[in-house]
């Protein structure tokens, strides 16, 4: 298992759909992973990621009030790959006397694991499936505004928005 943690939203070079972009806690342990998402996943994430409260991110920090009210906290949450060979999630509760496993949709834990500032433990499996590679640019203008927006720590500009700004 790799420790990671969601760092942005982005666009996966392969498919140009949405994916969530997890990066290693350590650097060299791994290359980026990115989990597949629909469009409105996508929106919401990105706005988690930038610390704004959304309608799913209320439910999380209720989920995580409950579970304290009750002794309990999330363990651990993994990411590893599912039968069909897609990214698969399952919630590690810890209670007080135990330990609870809730399968969730991958989605669903990442924006858990933004809200609780937690990391995410992903498969090898997972790792060699899904490492990230950007999605190629189409000319240098874009690629220096791109540059331009990752030279800024913590900006976390979706992909469509900065492409938006090159026409």
């Not at 972009?21 to 996943?41: F, K, Q, T």
């Not at 996508?42 to 439910?59: F, M, N, Q, V, Y």
Request: net charge negative; glycine share 6%.
């Amino acid at each position: 298992m790799f420790e990671m943690l969601v760092r942005t939203v982005d666009h996966s070079a392969r498919s140009g759909l949405p994916i969530a972009l997890l990066m290693p806690r350590d650097r060299l342990a791994c290359a980026p992973v990115g989990v597949p998402l629909s469009s409105a996943e996508a929106c919401s994430l990105s706005h988690e990621l930038d610390g704004l409260c959304t309608p799913r991110s209320r439910a999380y920090s209720m989920l995580i009030e409950a579970l304290h009210a009750v002794g309990g906290y999330i363990a651990a949450i993994v990411v590893d790959a599912g039968p069909d060979g897609e990214p698969s999630a399952q919630l590690q509760i810890g209670l007080p006397r135990s330990i609870a496993v809730h399968q969730a949709a991958p989605a669903d834990a990442l924006g858990l694991a933004i809200r609780a500032s937690l990391s995410v433990f992903v498969s090898e499996r997972v790792v060699r499936a899904g490492s990230y590679r950007p999605r190629p640019s189409t000319d240098a203008a874009s690629d220096a505004a791109h540059d331009h927006l990752s030279d800024h720590a913590g900006a976390s500009v979706p992909a469509p928005f900065r492409h938006a700004l090159d026409d």
